[in-house]
């Protein structure tokens, strides 16, 4: 639920963008499957939902961003900075365990994050600029002080390959190979509950919105902006962090080049499921809609063989036209 739905509560339910975003996707479905049948396939399906899983958990951190009228690019360089520098350490120390992975990488994602919001509040800077700055430094520093060499399955932790392994049902395809739903998606379905709730239940999610609103009005009427500003950039970092680690013990490998170019497509994802670019606005529901609808195109895109070049193409041809609908609907919105 939308801040400006919740607000006006006359809006009937199947003219909200969510339900706009869903009527897309079905059509989207149906067309994709009418042209390839192998679309339909459990094995193609578990697959979708496990590549939304990573995607989905990084949107989820950039929507709160993007509520609270900020922007974020930083997230895929943090993501591959906790992840790479929780590995490395686990590989060089011999170090096991299926949880504190998960969770030093959430931290390590947080403290980073936490550095764009002193700089972002403090500074009064643009988040843009900042968060482009942040990125580069990120990657730059761990490539130059950590290393740039990946961590193959090879010398990838066991206990994260475990982790990594857990399927929620195991099939057999027609060739005698087996595929699973994995394990993570709950771990994302979960998540997207708590920063729904987060948002819409308590007073940090409603200053969230009305920073994202008027920043000015919302320091009036009492919300400490700086804790908001904390709170917005602390969980997108700490989200990005956990995505990481969840990432590489999917595909049993460490890349510190990892996530490049990520960016654009978390944001078409965010901007496409109804979030503005203005602030103030955006759910978790149509951020999860738009996060499948971006997934499931690619990999339609590579079902038909197309090139990862037009794959790009496609995908930034998507942003211009979510971001130009979402404007339009706002200076509506206006009038």
């Known amino acids: 639920m939308t801040a400006a739905a919740t607000s006006s509560g006359a809006q009937p339910w199947w003219r909200s963008t969510e339900a706009v975003v869903g009527a897309v996707l079905i059509l989207a479905m ?3 499957g009418a042209v390839n049948p192998a679309f339909w396939s459990a094995d193609n399906l578990f697959s979708l939902l496990r590549s939304n899983v990573v995607v989905g958990v990084m949107a ?3 929507l709160v961003v993007m509520i609270s009228g900020g922007i974020d690019v930083s997230f895929p360089a943090f993501a591959v900075v906790a992840l790479y520098l929780v590995v490395r350490l686990m590989v060089d120390q011999g170090l096991g365990g299926h949880v504190w992975p998960f969770l030093a990488a959430t931290a390590i994602g947080a403290g980073l994050g936490l550095v764009n919001a002193a700089i972002i509040h403090k500074l009064r800077m643009i ?3 900042v968060t482009l700055g942040t990125a580069s430094m990120a990657r730059g520093l761990l490539n130059g002080l950590v290393g740039t060499s990946n961590v193959n399955i090879d010398r ?3 206990s994260l390959i475990e ?6 049902v195991t099939l057999t395809n027609a060739q005698g190979g087996s595929f699973g739903l994995t394990a993570m998606l709950p ?6 509950l708590a920063v729904h709730l987060v948002l819409t239940r308590t007073m940090i999610g409603r200053s969230v919105f009305a920073y994202g609103a008027s920043p000015e009005a919302a320091r009036r009427v009492g919300f400490r902006t700086g804790r908001t500003v904390v709170f917005v950039y602390g969980l997108a970092g700490a989200l990005a962090g956990l995505a990481g680690m969840m990432h590489s013990s999917m595909i049993w490998m460490a890349n510190p080049r990892d996530f490049a170019g990520l960016e654009m497509e978390v944001i078409a994802a965010v901007v496409l499921g109804g979030a503005s670019i203005f602030g103030g606005r955006g759910s978790v529901l149509g951020t ?3 996060v499948f609808i971006i997934v499931m195109i690619k990999n339609s895109l590579i079902l038909m063989g197309i090139d990862t070049t037009w794959q790009r193409v496609v995908i930034g041809a998507m942003l211009i036209a979510a971001t130009a609908l979402t404007a339009l609907r706002d200076r509506k919105a206006l009038v």
């Open 30 to 32: 149906l067309a994709i």
């Open 60 to 62: 989820l951190g950039l």
């Open 127 to 129: 988040p843009l600029i």
């Open 156 to 158: 990838f932790p066991k």
């Open 163 to 168: 982790v990594g392994r857990i399927d929620l």
């Open 187 to 192: 771990v994302y379905l979960a998540l997207a």
């Open 288 to 290: 999860m809609l738009g």
